[in-house]
């Protein structure tokens, strides 16, 4: 991969994708400011395997505590810049997050709008149990969310030359914020070697989305 650079004149996003989803589930604010020790997290962390249902509260604790959008500047061209709980190449924030969450029901697949803390639901019907075994085969998904990450290049290629590392590095230090944070919800969760690129095109064919990612997310059995 070559070396990224800023583009001394940032340009157009070329290629925008557009899914159209104009419906908008609003997720749940977390009332109370939760508090936990990071290097007490840090210290129990560790990957876990079994995955139970989560809530859908649970849910969009963890997502607003890894993903939500806290502050935008408005910037031209697009994207505007953003800053969330996890660092991103220029506060582009190319990599979107897209889940299958059992908790939202049997079929239902949706991408994360990070700025509204609300999914906004895609049709995946077709491809979904083929989505679902592929991943089975790496690690059983059980009853856990699967997480995708998607890159969207039309967010980044505008402001970096070579900016295909950049969307990797974005994909590994989200994956590294969500472990510390599901830790830290008491939830279990696991990183795949897979980078989701087949399931990503079979979801959102037709679009320029990478995949970058995939994790499994779930509840733990209580003892
Ligand atoms: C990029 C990445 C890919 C991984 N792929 C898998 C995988 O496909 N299957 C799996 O069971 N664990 C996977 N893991 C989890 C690692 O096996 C785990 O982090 C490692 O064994 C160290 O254990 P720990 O996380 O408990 O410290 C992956 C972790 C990362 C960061």
Same mark, same amino acid.
């Given at each position: 991969m070559?070396e990224?650079?800023?583009?001394?004149?940032?340009?157009n996003?070329?290629?925008v994708?557009?899914?159209?989803s104009k419906i908008?589930t609003?997720?749940?604010?977390?009332?109370?400011?939760?508090?936990a020790?990071v290097f007490e997290?840090?210290?129990t962390?560790?990957?876990?395997?079994?995955?139970?249902?989560l809530?859908v509260g &649970? #849910?969009?604790?963890?997502?607003?505590?890894t993903?939500?959008t +806290?502050?935008?500047?408005? %910037? @031209?061209?697009?994207?505007?810049?953003?800053?969330?709980?996890?660092p991103?190449?220029g506060g582009c924030?190319a990599?979107?997050?897209?889940?299958?969450?059992?908790?939202?029901?049997a079929?239902y697949?949706?991408?994360?709008?990070?700025?509204?803390h609300?999914?906004?639901?895609?049709?995946?019907?077709?491809v979904?149990a083929?989505?679902?075994?592929?991943?089975?085969? &790496? #690690?059983?998904?059980?009853d856990?969310?699967?997480?995708?990450? +998607?890159?969207?290049?039309? %967010? @980044?290629?505008g402001?970096?030359?070579?900016?295909?590392?950049?969307?990797?590095?974005?994909?590994?230090?989200l994956i590294?914020g969500?472990?510390v944070?599901?830790?830290?919800?008491?939830l279990n969760?696991?990183?795949?070697g897979?980078?989701?690129?087949?399931?990503?095109g079979?979801m959102?064919?037709?679009?320029?989305?990478?995949?970058?990612?995939v994790c499994?997310?779930?509840?733990?059995?209580?003892t």
């Amino acid at each position: 991969m070559g070396e990224p650079k800023p583009r001394e004149c940032p340009s157009n996003p070329i290629g925008v994708n557009n899914l159209d989803s104009k419906i908008l589930t609003l997720l749940d604010i977390p009332i109370e400011r939760k508090s936990a020790n990071v290097f007490e997290v840090l210290v129990t962390r560790q990957t876990r395997r079994e995955f139970c249902k989560l809530e859908v509260g &649970v #849910l969009a604790e963890f997502l607003w505590y890894t993903a939500k959008t +806290a502050r935008i500047q408005r %910037r @031209i061209p697009p994207p505007d810049w953003e800053h969330r709980p996890f660092p991103s190449a220029g506060g582009c924030h190319a990599t979107q997050i897209l889940v299958i969450s059992p908790s939202h029901g049997a079929d239902y697949c949706g991408f994360y709008d990070h700025c509204a803390h609300g999914l906004r639901p895609i049709e995946v019907e077709d491809v979904l149990a083929t989505v679902r075994d592929q991943i089975s085969e &790496v #690690l059983p998904i059980q009853d856990g969310t699967l997480i995708f990450l +998607a890159a969207d290049p039309s %967010r @980044i290629s505008g402001y970096y030359t070579n900016w295909e590392s950049l969307v990797w590095r974005d994909a590994g230090v989200l994956i590294g914020g969500f472990s510390v944070v599901a830790e830290a919800l008491d939830l279990n969760f696991c990183p795949l070697g897979v980078s989701g690129s087949e399931q990503i095109g079979l979801m959102l064919e037709g679009t320029t989305y990478l995949g970058v990612g995939v994790c499994i997310l779930g509840g733990r059995r209580s003892t």
